[in-house]
């Protein structure tokens, strides 16, 4: 199973949307992606620390993916489209990884 992580790093001026990350940005990711192998979705909120410091992270989202070759497929169709909404629920720039569990 492939995993792609979409990082929103803490920053001071950050701006972040999760009701429309969560109910809007995903579903509409989840639909463009599920003929590609798309699974499920997780979206993470950063919590403070325990000695009360900021999340490295204010957001973490997260899509499961079957195989490789279908996230690359899908992202090659509708990349651009999944990247043209982030502005409309931060200023952040998301750093991804791609992983494969094991």
Sequence with gaps: ??????FYSQQAAASFDFDYYKNQ???M???L???FGAIRFEVER???MSDGSAPAYLAVGTIYFETMDGLAKGLAQ????ILADVKNYTNLTPRLQF???V
């Design 1 to 6: 199973m492939i995993r792609v992580s979409a």
């Design 25 to 27: 940005h995903f579903p």
């Design 29 to 31: 990711v989840l639909a």
């Design 33 to 35: 992606m599920k003929p």
């Design 46 to 48: 950063g919590l403070a």
């Design 78 to 81: 509708h990349g651009g489209t």
């Design 99 to 101: 992983g494969e569990l």
